[in-house]
């Protein structure tokens, strides 16, 4: 089973970036669909990107789109999550997750995968 491991985390002001990095070891990393999800406190953990394999189809929740990136290098073991324009309610514990087999629109919007620990991030002034 590959294990995945977060960092990256902060504080943060409104406005700002982060880019979070999930390693991963314990598995073939490129057969794996990786996710990136949000856990708030008093909220329902989020699926905020997903990405298949092969780069070839990623998943973005509306939260986030046009201001999160997510991608992968194979050759690395190692996911990113490309964090701009960050806002106070952007707050939370960001977990990564690995899958097979699964795509990753369905990934994301069923909190599929194996999670890690997860890195803190806080957005405020």
């Known amino acids: 089973q590959l294990q995945p491991v977060e960092s990256g985390g902060g504080k943060v002001k409104p406005g700002g970036s982060l880019r979070l990095s999930c390693a991963a070891s314990?598995?073939?990393?490129?057969?794996?669909?990786i996710g990136w999800f949000r856990q708030a406190p008093g909220k329902e953990r989020e699926g905020l990107a997903c990405?298949?394999?092969?780069?070839?189809?990623?998943y973005y929740a509306d939260s986030v789109k046009g201001r999160f990136t997510i991608s992968r290098d194979n050759a690395q073991n190692t996911a990113y999550f490309e964090m701009n324009t960050l806002k106070p309610e952007d707050t939370g514990l960001y977990l990564c997750?690995?899958?097979?087999?699964?795509?990753?629109?369905?990934?994301?919007?069923?909190?599929?995968?194996?999670r890690g620990q997860g890195t803190q991030v806080t957005v405020a002034s």
């Open positions: 997750a690995v899958a097979r087999f699964t795509k990753a629109e369905t990934m994301c919007q069923l909190g599929m995968g194996f």
């Open positions: 314990g598995g073939t990393f490129d057969s794996y669909t």
């Open positions: 990405i298949g394999v092969n780069d070839d189809r990623t």
